[in-house]
């Protein structure tokens, strides 16, 4: 099976990974096309993230976190700490 060819819309549905990114982005100071050349894409590429419409690949989430200060799971987490299920170890 050959994966898809035009751009894929963000999982989290509501945008907030792409609010996350544009909010790192905007705290150190970058530009979309600031960003966009320290990951080596376009700068509709960076739009299309910061506005959900697309999901970055595995290898560019990392790019664009590394280039952010910050992590994967905290740009693209649906779930942040504190949410989602309990953990087995607080069981009592």
Known sequence: MTPPSGPVRSPDGDGAAGTRVRAARKEIGLTQQGLAAAVQVSRQTIIAMETGDYAP????????AKAL???????????PPGEGLPRAAAAP
């Not at 799971?73 to 779930?79: F, G, R, S, Y």
Request: net charge negative; aromatic share 10%; glycine share 0%.
């Open 69 to 79: 200060r910050s992590s994967v799971e905290a740009l693209w987490d649906p779930e």
């Open 57 to 64: 690949s595995v290898y560019l989430a990392i790019k664009v």
